[in-house]
């Protein structure tokens, strides 16, 4: 019979049957359970003209098998259409990445971010905390990190160059940051939703608003910065020192604490030598730790943070310019630059998360940018998210076996609310979610079609996506 309720993403086996379940409280009439005789990622749920039944292999799997129940009883009324499904996703990791950093969103608008990742059965909100300019999470002993460095003073109008000369600035104070019990009531709040957060504190560069609140973490010490007024890299990292090397064991090893996830994201990503070449110290660091060229002060720094946060149960993500020196063998790498680099991480034996720009940065303009809010560059459609080649054509059933899973990317520079961070990840985030989970493949015409009956239920939530052409 046809679907009477288009679900997104679509289960792996959906059989409709005649009749409905008329009820007003379908949750009440929900019974859950877990059973030993199902595999741990799985869940069966049917629906009859007498109630509904969820039965699950895990927590996860029961949170999966919720998440898809939200999506047929919105929306539906009194009538609940019959229904038998048996699902179980692809990939352990499907995710989506929010920049607060360059742009602070409050904690309830991260909160909605969590209810519609839910929605679609993506269970990790990868939350990017700290960068150049803005540094988002209460660190105790470094009181200026919030003082200071969460506050930008302004901030630059429309795209830039790397030459701040010249530029329109808004003239605005752009500030806020989350105390860590705000940060732990947020793991809860997504813990209830089958979502896990995974923390980034990027480093050793993107530390400009961390050096502008305690200068002698940099490589010049009596030299004071601001937070950083316009996007692009910093060439400001973090110095070599000892007191540099203390901090961030500090900051690690509170955030290990505060979010329970058995993964930190240290960045890694864009870190300029300069600083360190023309450094003395640098210098001086290099040939006490046996080290023959500059780019090996980075592998310092991620084997570092490998061992603070082991002492916490924890594993290192990062993006995939640390493949460039030499890494701690659990290291889990998020591929970012060209589709090639999820080649050399698999082949390299590690295991890897999908987050590939050509595809998966939701920064990108969705049509032509002449009718389109600014963006970044690029262009990323609706349909390229659905149809375009995630992963390599050369892979072999092992290396595949080392893709934890697909993430999306949503970079702030040119998000400046949560009304636009939500056009630009929705309907983008529904083919995400389609593709993460593993859905049975459909023509991009099925899937359109799908996709627009699914749409009233972002309403339903709330959520302000871009309308589809």
């Given amino acids: 019979m046809p679907d009477p309720i288009a ?66 009883v919105t929306g539906a009324g009194g009538s609940i259409p019959c229904v038998t499904i048996a699902d179980s996703p692809k990939y352990a990791w499907r995710g989506l990445h929010l920049d607060v950093s360059r742009h602070f969103l409050p904690v309830e608008e991260v909160e909605t971010m969590i209810d519609a990742l839910a929605l679609h059965r993506l269970n990790v909100l990868h939350l990017h905390l700290t960068d150049d300019q803005g540094w988002r999470i209460e660190i105790k002993g470094y009181p200026r990190l919030t003082e200071i460095g ?46 896990m957060i995974v923390p980034e504190v990027d480093l050793p560069g993107h530390m400009q608003a961390a050096i502008a609140a305690y200068p002698q973490l940099g490589n010049v010490p009596d030299r004071e910065l601001e937070v950083r007024q316009v996007w692009g890299i910093s060439d400001h990292v973090l110095g070599v020192s000892d007191e540099a090397f203390d901090f961030v064991r500090d900051v690690l090893t509170q ?39 500059v780019s090996e002060i980075q592998g310092r720094f991620t084997q570092f943070a490998s061992e603070v946060l082991a002492e916490s149960g924890k594993r290192v993500l990062a993006w995939d310019e640390v493949l460039e020196t030499h890494l701690p063998d659990d290291t889990v790498i998020m591929n970012w630059r060209s589709p090639a680099g999820v080649t050399e991480a698999v082949s390299r034996g590690f295991q890897t998360i ?48 080392l893709i934890l899973g697909i993430q999306g990317q949503l970079w702030s520079e040119y998000l400046p609310d949560a009304e636009q961070v939500q056009y630009m990840a929705f309907p983008r985030v529904c083919a995400l979610a389609e593709r993460a989970w593993g859905s049975p493949e459909q023509s991009w015409d099925e899937f359109e079609e799908r996709l627009r009956a699914h749409l009233p239920r972002l309403d339903a939530f709330g959520i302000r996506y871009r309308p589809l052409d």
């Fill in 150 to 195: 969460a506050r930008r003073t302004r901030t630059v109008v429309g795209r830039h160059g790397e030459m701040a000369e010249g530029l329109e600035f808004d003239e605005t104070v752009h500030e806020g940051s989350y105390t860590q019990e705000e940060l732990r009531g947020l793991v809860e709040y997504a813990r209830r939703r089958g979502v």
């Fill in 255 to 293: 955030v290990a604490e505060i979010f329970p996830a058995p993964y930190v994201h240290i960045g890694g990503d864009e870190v300029p030598r300069g600083e360190w070449e023309r450094s003395s110290a640098a210098r001086s660091r290099m040939n006490e730790w046996g080290l023959t060229r």
């Fill in 354 to 401: 999908v987050s590939t720009s050509d595809l998966l940065y939701f920064d990108h303009y969705q049509a032509d940018p002449e009718d389109e809010p600014l963006a970044i560059g690029g262009l990323t459609t609706v349909k390229d998210v659905y149809t375009g080649r995630l992963l390599p054509k050369k892979i072999t059933e092992e290396q595949e076996r």
């Fill in 7 to 72: 679900l997104v993403p679509l289960p792996r086996s959906v059989i409709w049957s005649a009749g409905t379940w008329e009820t007003t409280d379908p949750w009440d009439g929900l019974s859950v359970g877990l059973s030993e005789e199902l595999p741990r990622t799985e869940y069966t749920l049917s629906i009859s003209p007498s109630g509904a039944s969820l039965t699950a292999g895990s927590e996860a799997a029961l949170a999966d098998g919720r998440n898809t129940f939200a999506q047929i």
